[in-house]
T-cell receptor
Framework: EPEVTQTPSHQVTQMGQEVILRCVPISNHLYFYWYRQILGQKVEFLVSFYNNEISEKSEIFDDQFSVERPDGSNFTLKIRSTKLEDSAMYFC???????????FGEGSWLTVV | KQEVTQIPAALSVPEGENLVLNCSFTDSAIYNLQWFRQDPGKGLTSLLLIQSSQREQTSGRLNASLDKSSGRSTLYIAASQPGDSATYLCAARHYSGSARQLTFGSGTQLTVLP
């Protein structure tokens, strides 16, 4: 069964460093998302991406964050100048244009020290 | 702003018992509601999705219902098994611009005792 894949599964980074989290959405999907879950808290929406542009973003998704779809398969989340509070599990998700189910990846654990 | 609440936060049942997990949402103008399973440190596995026009959806031992007017959804698990132990999350997808983001509850941590 097709699945959303994410790399790395876990990354530890120094505060102030830049991080890129990578995702390969399901191949025929058109809508792409990033969500995050701080330990012990709810899963929160960050950003959605469609037709090569951001379609919606939350207040969390400030200038520190950016997304890109550099080719036909990858979808990346870049976090510039990481802060301790950026430590979380980051989930990539995708969906088709017709079906409403959103499929999530296994997540990337980011620990900022 | 949509708020999604799940009660109880944790539930422990003996194997074989039928159980119901509850989800409530404040804004009834939802597009759909999706139930997920999350194992510790893992991703979110979609279980069931109910469109706003539907009342319930079934998959195997799982049945999810939706009552928009009261702002509630339930996930019914029949004949529970130890392998069902996980955190169950509900997420309401509402009309917000063109993206229809998901708003998640905090989950119910289910433990099924053998």
């Amino acid at each position: 069964e097709p699945e959303v894949t994410q790399t790395p599964s876990h990354q530890v980074t120094q505060m102030g460093q830049e991080v890129i989290l990578r995702c390969v959405p399901i191949s025929n999907h058109l809508y792409f998302y990033w969500y995050r879950q701080i330990l012990g808290q709810k899963v929160e929406f960050l950003v959605s991406f469609y037709n090569n542009e951001i379609s919606e973003k939350s207040e969390i998704f400030d200038d520190q964050f950016s997304v890109e779809r550099p080719d036909g398969s990858n979808f990346t989340l870049k976090i510039r100048s990481t802060k301790l509070e950026d430590s979380a599990m980051y989930f990539c998700a995708s969906k088709t244009g017709e079906e409403n189910t959103i499929y999530f990846g296994e997540g990337s654990w980011l620990t900022v020290v | 702003k949509q708020e999604v609440t799940q009660i109880p936060a944790a539930l422990s049942v003996p194997e074989g018992e039928n159980l119901v997990l509850n989800c409530s949402f404040t804004d009834s103008a939802i597009y759909n509601l999706q139930w997920f399973r999350q194992d510790p440190g893992k991703g979110l596995t979609s279980l069931l999705l109910i469109q706003s026009s539907q009342r319930e959806q079934t998959s195997g031992r799982l049945n999810a219902s939706l009552d928009k007017s009261s702002g509630r959804s339930t996930l019914y698990i029949a004949a529970s098994q130890p392998g069902d132990s996980a955190t169950y999350l509900c997420a309401a997808r509402h009309y917000s611009g063109s993206a229809r983001q998901l708003t998640f509850g905090s989950g119910t941590q289910l433990t099924v005792l053998p």
